[in-house]
Every structure is written in structure tokens, then in C-alpha cells.
T-cell receptor
Framework: KAGVTQTPRYLIKTRGQQVTLSCSPISGHRSVSWYQQTPGQGLQFLFEYFSETQRNKGNFPGRFSGRQFSNSRSEMNVSTLELGDSALYLC???????????????FGPGTRLTVL | GENVEQHPSTLSVQEGDSAVIKCTYSDSASNYFPWYKQELGKRPQLIIDIRSNVGEKKDQRIAVTLNKTAKHFSLHITETQPEDSAVYFCAASSWGKFQFGAGTQVVVTP
């Protein structure tokens, strides 16, 4: 099976702009979670989508949003970008809703976002 | 709020020695505890996980223990090798909502 894929891999934006990141889960996986990884804050949970519904949400401002499509692909949007949004954004997929059954999460390669 | 604390932040061991990383969590509803290894420039990879109804799990040189009462879990790597050098993250999940530790940089010196 193909692994989790993310596009684009690298992105440079300026403050105030918005950005959309895409994640394609492993075939058959219905859960997609998003994470922000920075050197100072580590891995921070953004949200999780399962069957097109947001099931869990982390402690991020409303500028961070997401959605999931019927084919389980997910997008994450960040509006009004700030310098502090520069980070590696990782998505991870699993068969069921995250830890409900303790299913393994498989991570994508990430999208490196730089905000200037 | 809920968080996961991970110690130590860096760990230097001689090849062949054991490495132990400890994590504590605060959310008593946490029911799944994975450990990830992340090499420089690569994605996190699951190396072992444990569910809340199990106290210990072992996979070759890697083992994880869970103490639900004390809300802590640990990763044990025996007979360390240079390829074990990486950042290791613990995580606690409460029905799909994950909290990660800050990571431990493990350096195995030959």
C-alpha cells in the first residue's frame, strides 16, 4: 500500500496570507489527524477528522481549520498567517478514530511552511 | 490542561548499554500510548505502543511499561546500537486526541 502523502512538501508565504495543505491517507484509512511540529513546542495536535467529521480538536486558534472529503483526503487551512506559524505540518492516518481502538497512526512526510 | 511530560530531553549512551525514557500524563481518560522514533529530516515512525489494559509489552530490544495508577509509562531500549540515535516521542491518546511529549534526543556513541 502507498503511504500517507502530503502536498506540497515546501511552502513559503508572507504574513497575512492564507495557505491550504493537503493530506492523502493510506487507502482504507478513515481517520486523519494533523499536527504542528516546531523545535520549541514539539508535536502539537491540531485536529482529527473521521468520516468527514471533526472528532477531536487541539488548542489552536480558529485561524486553523480543516476538512475531510468523502475519499478520506483531508485539507488543512491556515488564514491570516503569522510568523509563528512557520513549522512542519504533519498529518497521520489510521483505520479508525485515532486511539479509540488504539490503532496505529502512520505519518506523512510533512509540509514545511515558512512564513516571511 | 492535559499534557505529557517526557524525561530526559537528551540521553547519551554507549553502544551496548540500555536507554530508558520516561513519560507522565495527566488525562486519566488516556487509553493508548504509542512511542515514535524520528530521525533527522524524516517522519515519525511508530516503534511500539501499549494500550491501557496492558502493563508491559516487548518487541525484540524495545519494551514499554505502563503504570496507570501513577500515570506514567516508559520506553526501554536494550543493547543500543548507533542506528538507535534519533529523537523519541511518547504520546498519550484519549479516544483519538493525542498529546505528545517534548521528545528525547538519544545519541548512541560507538
Amino acid at each position: 500500500k502507498a503511504g500517507v502523502t502530503q502536498t506540497p512538501r515546501y511552502l513559503i508565504k508572507t504574513r497575512g496570507q492564507q495557505v491550504t495543505l493537503s493530506c492523502s491517507p493510506i487507502s482504507g484509512h478513515r481517520s486523519v489527524s494533523w499536527y504542528q511540529q516546531t523545535p520549541g513546542q514539539g508535536l502539537q495536535f491540531l485536529f482529527e477528522y473521521f468520516s468527514e467529521t471533526q472528532r477531536n480538536k487541539g488548542n489552536f486558534p480558529g485561524r486553523f481549520s480543516g476538512r475531510q472529503f468523502s475519499n478520506s483526503r483531508s485539507e488543512m487551512n491556515v488564514s491570516t498567517l503569522e510568523l509563528g506559524d512557520s513549522a512542519l505540518y504533519l498529518c497521520a492516518s489510521s483505520t479508525t478514530s485515532g486511539g479509540a481502538a488504539g490503532d496505529t497512526q502512520y505519518f506523512g512526510p510533512g509540509t514545511r511552511l515558512t512564513v516571511l | 490542561g492535559e499534557n505529557v511530560e517526557q524525561h530526559p530531553s537528551t540521553l547519551s549512551v554507549q553502544e551496548g548499554d540500555s536507554a530508558v525514557i520516561k513519560c507522565t500524563y495527566s488525562d486519566s481518560a488516556s487509553n493508548y500510548f504509542p512511542w515514535y522514533k524520528q530521525e533527522l529530516g524524516k517522519r515519525p515512525q511508530l516503534i511500539i505502543d501499549i494500550r491501557s489494559n496492558v502493563g508491559e509489552k516487548k518487541d525484540q530490544r524495545i519494551a514499554v511499561t505502563l503504570n496507570k495508577t501513577a500515570k506514567h509509562f516508559s520506553l526501554h531500549i536494550t543493547e543500543t546500537q548507533p542506528e538507535d540515535s534519533a529523537v523519541y516521542f511518547c504520546a498519550a491518546s484519549s479516544w483519538g486526541k493525542f498529546q505528545f511529549g517534548a521528545g528525547t534526543q538519544v545519541v548512541v556513541t560507538p
